[in-house]
């Protein structure tokens, strides 16, 4: 299916969720906002089955930042699209405030490695277009939405066009436009690897800032092992298929300030480094 068909119905299923007042019955706070379950996945294909993940297991605390890292095709996207609602498992379950999840929810925001902005609208319009689509959009979301440009630094484009942004701004108002929903939690997919090396380590300090400022708990998937102990409180490291967890790092760095670029200046990034560069196998 094409991403934006799938981003659309995304949405759309999206106002049909419940509600995270739905789980937090009576005020009581869970430990754990994303639980995931001896979860697996089979395709079902014309080449016959593919055990694209295994067993696996884990727990994400509120606030928390976890990246994935794993072989290419090892299940990083199958995971995410499953603990959004895309797509149910095959095997075991994923809970979201201790509530199964069997559909897509307003709670989780999924950003991807294109941005797919509407080259037609302009950026006001495009980081509208999810409370268009949930039917939410009214002054109150609207003045969140202004107020989410203003601090970012997007206001003076909001009626520019994407063609007209750097590919750091764009990918600066594709995250405005997914949190404009207000999701709980993030989902990203490869979200800077489109981008040049460069713009690739300022616009990862920069949404990870963001990210950080929101108070948003956040699942990324990269291929890139520095990016991921830049930005992780723990770097899930993914078998070859079917992927199951091969060990989970916790990463802690002596660092003044911990932002991707200050942590990579931490004397302990290079020893994560080399135990997950290890854990990869990675053959050239
Ligand atoms: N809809 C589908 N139907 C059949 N097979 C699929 C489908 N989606 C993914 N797969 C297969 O499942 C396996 C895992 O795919 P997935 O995209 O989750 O891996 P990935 O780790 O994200 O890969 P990459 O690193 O290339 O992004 C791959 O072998 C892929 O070909
Ligand atoms: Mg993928």
């Known amino acids: ?67 994935i890292v794993g072989p290419s095709g090892c299940g990083k996207s199958t995971l995410l699209s499953l603990i959004s609602g895309l797509i149910m498992p ?39 277009l999810g409370l268009e689509i949930t039917k ?22 909001k009626d520019k066009y994407p063609g007209q942004l750097s590919g750091g701004m764009r990918q600066r108002a594709a995250l405005i436009r997914t949190l404009a929903v207000r999701p709980q939690i993030l989902l990203l997919d490869e979200a800077f690897s489109a981008l040049d090396y460069q713009t690739r380590l300022a616009v990862t300090d920069d949404i990870y800032r963001i990210i950080k400022k929101e ?23 993914l078998t070859k298929r079917p992927g199951t967890i091969k060990n989970i790092h916790e990463i802690k760095l002596s660092c003044p300030e911990r932002t991707p670029l200050c942590s990579r200046e931490a004397p302990e990034f ?3 480094f080399n135990k997950i560069w290890k854990e990869l196998d990675v053959h050239v």
Not at 106 to 121: I, N, P, S, T
Not at 137 to 157: H, M, S
Not at 215 to 237: C, F, G, P, Q, W
Request: net charge negative; aromatic share 10%; charged share 25%.
């Open 1 to 67: 299916m094409h991403p934006l068909i799938a981003s659309l119905i995304y949405y759309i299923e999206s106002s049909k969720g419940y509600s995270v007042d739905d789980a937090r019955e009576g005020d009581e706070k869970l430990s754990y906002i994303v639980e995931v379950h001896n979860l697996g996945m089979k395709y079902q294909s014309l080449n016959g089955e593919i055990n694209a993940l295994e067993n696996i297991n884990l727990s994400v605390k509120e606030g928390e930042f976890i990246c």
């Open 90 to 128: 095959t095997s075991g379950k994923v809970l979201i405030n201790g509530k199964e999840v069997l559909k897509t929810s307003c709670d989780v925001g999924y950003m991807l490695q294109k941005d797919h902005l509407f080259e037609w609208r302009t950026i006001y319009e495009n980081v509208i």
């Open 136 to 157: 939410t959009l009214n002054q109150e979301t609207k003045n969140y939405v202004l107020e989410l440009l203003r601090t970012y630094g997007l206001f003076e484009f």
């Open 215 to 237: 108070n948003k708990t956040a699942i990324l998937v990269t291929h890139d092992i520095a990016e991921s102990i830049s930005m992780a409180d723990r770097v899930v490291v």
């Open 270 to 272: 290079r020893h994560y």
